[in-house]
């Protein structure tokens, strides 16, 4: 059974940084189309950074250039490091992978992790 377990979320200040994690069991991570997303409340769901199965990642708008998303396949760990944090980044994150399609249309997803920014 493949299941994702997101970690690292945590309370910062504005400007701070974190880095979170997504451990992958049951499949190997790199082979798959991979992403970060985050429900803020009362919004939808919106997608921070989309990995394909070549590892390339694609940021939304706000995540580009303060977000970074990393592999690291010997661990089967998919990373998000946030810098520049900012309280419209407050919110549950989650991972999912795209086990099914492979066009990248997320079936599984993990619990998430919640990011606090505060003043």
């Known amino acids: 059974q493949v299941q994702l377990a997101e970690s690292g979320g945590a309370s910062v200040q504005i400007g701070g940084s974190l880095e979170l994690s997504c451990s992958i069991s049951?499949?190997?991570?790199?082979?798959?189309?991979m992403a970060w997303y985050r429900q803020r409340p009362g919004k939808e769901r919106e997608e921070v950074v989309l990995?394909?199965?070549?590892?390339?990642?694609t940021y939304e708008v706000f995540a580009e250039g303060r977000f970074t998303a990393s592999m690291d396949d010997a661990k089967n760990v998919l990373f998000l490091r946030m810098n520049s944090l900012t309280l419209e980044d407050t919110t549950m994150y989650y991972c999912?992978?795209?086990?099914?399609?492979?066009?990248?249309?997320?079936?599984?997803w993990g619990q998430g992790t919640q990011v606090t920014v505060s003043p």
């Open positions: 999912a992978a795209d086990l099914m399609s492979r066009s990248c249309v997320f079936d599984t």
């Open positions: 049951g499949v190997t991570l790199s082979t798959y189309c």
């Open positions: 990995i394909n199965d070549l590892g390339e990642p």
